[in-house]
């Protein structure tokens, strides 16, 4: 029997990856469902290729356009369009899902991985913003609904794959484990003198090393608020204290993490730079399945180097320790602020060092509460938002 499939944010850098690792699996995976923002051409393409039951554009006039490119073509897919569309779609009855990847970027992922929760089936989550924002109560809804949780961010896949797993359930064991070793690239901005941070171009902010990814994300390796994020995320997945995690940089990103135990031993998963290996990974556990990904070649690798982070030039990384610190809904108005940041910067509104800035000026402005429940997190997510682009308004 094929897995029946769906991809939250198809027309991604995740979820072209994930497509990537499905065609060259297609004895074992169907496409069922593929949801995307704008990117109607792109969506067209891929319905063509795996023949969906749905299509799904956040972006209503995109969605008009792909039914009638669908209408054209011939094909069977049925178009929706909508937010709430997307935010649902994991939910329409034509569908019988056995995956969900989450791909989405930011905040507009959370509900749509929400409801991918209450499947209580197997959620490969690479929208690492759903988890920053709600945490315990993500996590609580996987617990309640026996969903299986598999980690697609490098970094946490390294960890899973580094830990002892009871069984098929996907529940880490923790006993003997010394530390969490986070690795990171550090991103473009490495070795460039601090002064110029300043003047950094969201072209030049966007030009990883080592990874190819959507924009966001790659602006958030730039400031290594990645990291921060992920720091949150492995609390939560992996049930951690921040004290269990030590942020490693590791420039090369061969390494993707390590847990070292007790005896003194060090696990480690090592890989190319490719994010088809944690997808194919997750889509295969607890079986390995085929990822197309070039094999490691150890002679090719000249070194692999390691140092601490240096907090002066990523602010960003200490602002997310500090919101784990303090938790509650300080993680909420962390990604909520960054997200607006980070958009204003690719627009050309703020300077990259203004990034932070935002940041700490929206962390300050805002209480520290208990968010009770999803609503609250959507509410502090909105109010969050708002108060980062007055902070943007006071920076003009
Ligand atoms: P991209 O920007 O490349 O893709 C984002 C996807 O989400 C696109 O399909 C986009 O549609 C869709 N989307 C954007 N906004 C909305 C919205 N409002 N409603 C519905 N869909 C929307 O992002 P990435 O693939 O790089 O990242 C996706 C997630 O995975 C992020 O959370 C990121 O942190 C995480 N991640 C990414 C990695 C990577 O290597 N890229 C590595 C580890 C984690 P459209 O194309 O139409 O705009």
Redesign the pocket.
Known sequence: MLEQVAI??????????ALKVIAANSNQFEVQLL??????Q??LQQCKEFRPQLAV???QA?ADELEQLIQQEGLGTRVLGG?EA?EQAVLADELCLDVVI?????A??LL?TLNAVTLGKKLLL?????LVMSGDLFMAEVQKHGTLLLP???EHNAIFQSLPVYDNSGQVNLAGVQQILLTGSGGPFLDVSLDSLTNKTPEQACAHPN????????V?SATMM?KG?ELIEACFLFNLSIEQIKIVIHPQSIIHSMVSYIDGSVIAQLGNPD?KT?IAHCLGWPKRIQSEVEPLDFFRIASLDFRPPDFERFPCLALAIDAAKIGKNAPCVLNAANEVAVAAFLKGRIQFTQIAQVIKMSLDATPVETLENTTAVFAMNQKARQTALDMISELD
């Open positions: 939250l944010g198809s027309t991604g850098s995740i979820g072209c990856s949801t995307a923002n704008k990117n109607s792109r969506m554009m956040a972006d995109s937010q997307v989450a791909a989405i970027v930011g507009a992922g749509p690479a929208n690492k913003e759903a697609v961010d490098s990874w190819d990814m959507g924009k966001k994300i790659s958030d990645n994020l994010m944690p």
